[in-house]
């Protein structure tokens, strides 16, 4: 296999760099879910669905950047509407004064995720 595509590098080798270091991400994040959310026995019904992983890892996001949906959206490697739609569907955020609301902070507890009382 040839790296030339019409006088560049051939968008695979590139391509691959990024895969590599994804996959790095992804062992990590693996490991830490295993050591978050044991599962024993078989026990399943313990584990958080990916909806509520999904609300509590944006509402961390959020956090972080300071409620900037901007700053939010890249971390996510979303757009910043379809962070809008998935704020609206989770109630994460007031769009005006970017606090939490009562339904995200019980959503929030289900996978372990702090809420602050102030910001309720």
Do not use: C
């Not at 044991?38 to 944006?58: F, W």
């Amino acid at each position: 296999m040839t790296t030339e595509y019409w006088g560049r590098e051939s968008p695979g080798v590139e391509r691959n760099a990024v895969d590599a270091s994804q996959q790095d991400k992804n062992k990590d994040i693996t490991a830490r879910l295993t050591t978050a959310f044991p599962v024993s026995g078989g026990d399943y019904s313990t584990l958080p669905t990916a909806a509520a992983m999904e609300r509590a890892y944006i509402g961390r996001v959020l956090e972080a950047t300071g409620y900037n949906k901007t700053k939010a959206a890249e971390v996510l490697d979303l757009d910043r509407r379809t962070l809008h739609r998935k704020l609206k569907r989770y109630e994460l955020a007031d769009r005006a004064t970017g606090q939490q609301t009562a339904a995200s902070a019980a959503g929030s507890a289900e996978v372990g995720y702090k809420v602050d009382s102030a910001s309720e």
